[in-house]
């Protein structure tokens, strides 16, 4: 085991000085929303980049449970800070671009006011007297530190973890505020398994005789046992079990030499201990279960109809992202809240990154080139300047500078010209954005993509569309009834498992449904059957032979035709299309057309 | 929150006595594999039903970590056993049937030799003396207890978990006196994840200042805070994500009321401290080092190839079980079991139960109806009886009392003709077993099949038949090149995806291929395309209409012999059917026949 496997973004942090950070300090009694006060508030930040002469280029970065504001560093010399791989001149959140900000949470122990400060009234540390502190407090704090800097409304609010909960609270709180929030490997709140690891934390550290009641701070080193347990604990959960295995399996009884009072057994053993004397050098314990317990009130709703109600009031663009591999605050959570958003009409972008490196993921380089340029993508996108709130439900989406025209893919054209000019549009299975690129030049009212493919999606981001990663098969169920005029399905339904799901959800969800499929009844493919007593090859969309193709629905006109007829669709239209030509067929189309385009409602 | 809701069948354990426990004690040194000793051992067990005549019936369970000998209630008045959903008069372990045997560890405190014994050579408890054991070390006392009992051969070794261990440790080691071995929710070794806990909760015992060096017989109640922390954290390890959700998110800021030191703010931290209170009760906190650490040593290899040496010696016939949900023990290390039983010719069942319980379901009824089934189908398949233990690798298997033929399924009885009599025979997609149990009258060398459909492997397993519950389209990587003398995949290649995958897995595994599927050059399917426009119905093999069917590949005779073509595979022969008729069809199959079964080789 190196010494490089020991690091990681976050374990490198020291307990030394911050020397780029600033404090502004708040005077005056601040009501909590728990009922407790605090007689002053002090609030250490630094900032990146120049804020630009509108003051709309404005970044919040909100840092997770033990970061700080130290980001990134200000130059070569400077210590390394927490995201430094994503903050910086030409990082996706590019500093010579954005002006960004980053401040040391509430109830922290890194410059702003929290357990381990002295309380003015009494002379000595808060201690356990600190109030009982919550998400919202710390948003509240962070937006009087942004008004003080001469911001207004900001470009965007990003965080991970801890700081995502900051980021949905910003969104909802301050809406006229902010622009874009990006959501990143967080949660409506904790799963009761990630609540259950705070309170063994907590306990730990509350149970440890060090811990003296909370007022260790003048009787040696406080409770450094149970907060290195509640840190050991915290790192089991951040990494993946796919991580754990690489880190740690080859060597798994050849731990490192670590000089500690922990068990040392295991290299994974080592590797915790290491972890958890660091923490203990650097983090008070006070403001862990200060901080921990904030999260752990966290709570945006139980159920779906709370949680939309919850979001309501944002007036933001949203890019949501989990990863994979993330136990801790799992994908399905960060799904629950785009389905919220969906469900309120809002405009977001989802992605679940493949990612093998846990809750962790979002600060380690693995997947940057997924994460990086979604956040890139999004922050590109966005206009800072004041919109009319009222509007974010039909967002303007800027022009894109090139359209990517495929033009083995005629019947995008033909599929254009059914949609009613300033219709809402939603492409189900929109690959890279190339149909939806297509109708932002006919200035749609709103337009919105679902993809399965990660590349897809990222990509679709990066032309500045609203694209959501989902599995059609699963259906659509968080998109309200006639929620979009038109409804897309452009040759996917012949991909598509459970055909009758993705009919019944697209019809519901948009007012009119328009299909576009091969055709097996053309004249080609009935003789390749008939004549030749082979597998009909349909050439669209995949690979064409009979045991590679994509395709796993194989059907003629006349076979959807009965379709809608058993299922009680109307066909308002029907174009044939011999793609051969590019020819319009009005003559026995199920013969003669090789693809069908098909306006359906219920 | 109800009472029931703080309860599981781990929970309810008590200290108080066990009173229908005998004990046995061993005098003279016992050698221990890491190099300890220790003077005597006494060994508590308790025994349910009667040992039969050629004490053939004999069946040993073995517990988990916090488990003791009371596996059961011995009568209605008895305290709760920790597995009566399982062991009981008519249940899946059925005493009427069975003599089973439970016997508390070497190392635990529950009357065995552990820790909290008196060492008699110094006439206080070992404490932190005990010596450091391993599973060999609990199982070699396992064995000496059986053979005192006059036992020279067990039904079965039965064990989930840590018993899981002891029963492959059990299988390995004594492989002439073990029929069957029953492997649940276990694994070769712990993840480093499932690692890392441990550590966690030794650390969280070890550093609790009551712990005293492990001397703290006489000085009160001793570690209680740090043994609560450990058992919290195995609380949350042992329970799913979802089962806690299920638990706990409904009322979690209504935590019932405990009497208890610990925090109590949320539901599931007034469940965890109660658990937590509780086990310091009932258990001895150098136990649960001992036998964690017995447990974090064990280690069957940490590779495929290490694993297969260390099964290797086994002679049993083998069920293996895993759940779905189980993240502590997770399917994959069970299928790794599987895999290295199959790479070494082994008879082995396999079934990954679709659970929401996580690693407890096993000890839950709520996935009984599988596992049970499972279980109780494998013991009645069993022979005790000593047998010539090198002929394990082709079990003769007992004839089922009786056959269920599907008079739909002609083409099993033309299948099974063109198999060679005594041939040993791979099902892939078998099923539940019909074609199976009808090449079982046939009496060939050995017989196994692979189904993905869990109710389908239970139902095989209750014949009496191996199989492993795993996906064609993932490959057969863990069978050796050539280990099956036939391999048949019967009407399934029209439903799998990676047809290419499957067949050439096929022709790897088996020195002949045998395979059926639909045929679409079938005349009837080509008149429905060429005359009527329609997609072709191919009513074999499940719904028929193009949006319901199963099938997923269509493709006709002529186009599998091209595919052999081009994959050099050579056909040995092919019998075209019409199904309709029962006739052979020997005139242009491709346009006569509705079904083809085709003999294959590379």
Not at 246 to 262: G, I, L, N, S
Not at 315 to 326: E, N
Not at 351 to 368: E, K, Q, T, Y
Not at 427 to 452: F, K, T
Request: with cysteine.
């Amino acid at each position: 085991m190196t010494n490089n496997e020991f690091e990681s973004s976050d374990s490198i942090r020291t307990a030394r000085p911050l020397v780029h950070a600033r404090t502004v300090t708040f005077d005056g009694p601040l009501h909590l929303e728990r009922g407790g006060r605090l007689p002053s508030v002090t609030v250490a930040y630094e900032t990146y980049g120049e804020l630009n002469d509108d003051r709309s280029n404005a970044v919040l970065i909100c840092h997770a449970l033990s970061g700080d504001s130290h980001v990134a560093r200000h130059d070569e010399s400077d210590d390394p800070g927490w995201w430094d791989i994503a903050v910086g001149p030409g990082k996706p959140i590019d500093t010579d671009r954005y002006y960004v900000i980053c401040a040391n949470v509430l109830g922290g122990c890194r410059g702003t006011t929290g357990p381990n400060s002295i309380n003015p009234e009494t002379g000595r540390a808060y201690g356990p007297d600190f109030p009982l502190i919550t998400i919202g407090d710390i948003v509240n704090l962070q937006q009087r530190l942004i008004a003080t800097l001469g911001i207004k409304r900001l470009l965007a609010v990003i965080g991970g973890s801890l700081g995502g909960h900051m980021a949905l609270t910003w969104a909802t709180r301050y809406p006229e505020q902010v622009a874009g929030t990006a959501a990143i490997a967080t949660s409506p709140r904790l799963t009761s398994q990630a609540l259950a690891f705070d309170v063994v934390g907590r306990n730990a550290i509350l149970q440890d005789s060090d811990y003296q009641g909370g007022r260790y701070y003048d009787q040696g080193p406080g409770p450094r046992v149970g907060l290195a347990i509640a840190r050991m604990l915290g790192h089991i959960t951040y990494l993946s079990r796919e991580a754990m295995m690489e880190k740690f399996d080859a060597d798994r009884f050849r731990p490192r030499e670590v000089a500690t009072q922990f068990e040392t057994k295991f290299s994974v053993g080592s590797y915790l201990a290491y972890q958890g004397d660091r923490f203990g050098e650097r983090f008070d314990a006070n403001s862990y279960i200060t901080l921990s317990m904030a999260m752990d009130l966290f709570d945006l709703g139980g159920t779906q109809e709370q949680l939309a109600e919850s979001l309501r009031p944002a007036r933001c663009r949203w890019l949501v992202i989990s990863y994979t591999s993330d136990w801790l605050f799992p994908p399905f959570q960060s799904q629950q809240i785009v389905d919220a958003l969906l469900v309120t009409n809002q405009s977001v972008s989802y992605c679940n990154v493949v990612s093998n490196c846990g809750h962790d993921a979002f600060l380690l380089p693995d997947d940057l080139p997924s994460y990086g340029t979604l956040v890139s993508g999004f922050l590109a996108n966005l206009n800072g300047g004041d919109t009319d709130a009222s509007d974010s439900g039909t967002v303007r989406i800027r022009k894109p500078t090139s359209i990517f025209h495929d033009p083995q893919r005629l019947d995008y054209h033909m599929m254009a010209d059914l949609i009613p000019e300033g219709a809402s549009v939603l492409d189900l299975g929109c690959g890279n954005g190339v149909l939806l690129s297509l109708l932002r030049e006919r200035d749609h009212a709103r337009l919105m993509g679902i993809e399965l493919d990660e590349l897809a999606v990222v990509e679709c981001v990066r032309r500045g569309l609203d694209v959501v990663q989902a599995d059609l098969n699963q259906g659509l169920a968080n998109f309200a009834d006639g929620q979009f005029d038109v409804v897309l399905l452009s040759q996917t339904l012949q991909t598509v498992i459970d055909v009758q799901t993705v009919i019944r959800e697209m019809l519901r969800v948009g007012k009119r449904g328009i299909v576009s499929f091969p055709n097996l009844g053309y004249h080609k493919l009935r003789d390749q059957l008939a004549q030749r007593g082979r597998a009909p090859l349909v050439a669209l969309g995949g690979g064409s032979r009979w045991y590679e193709t994509h395709n796993v629905r194989f059907l003629t006109i006349a076979d959807f035709e009965e379709f809608c007829r058993d299922h009680a669709i109307t066909i308002h239209e029907t174009v044939a299309l011999d793609t051969e030509t590019g020819d319009r067929i009005s003559e026995d189309p199920n013969r003669n057309a090789d693809l069908a385009i098909v306006v359906l409602s219920h």
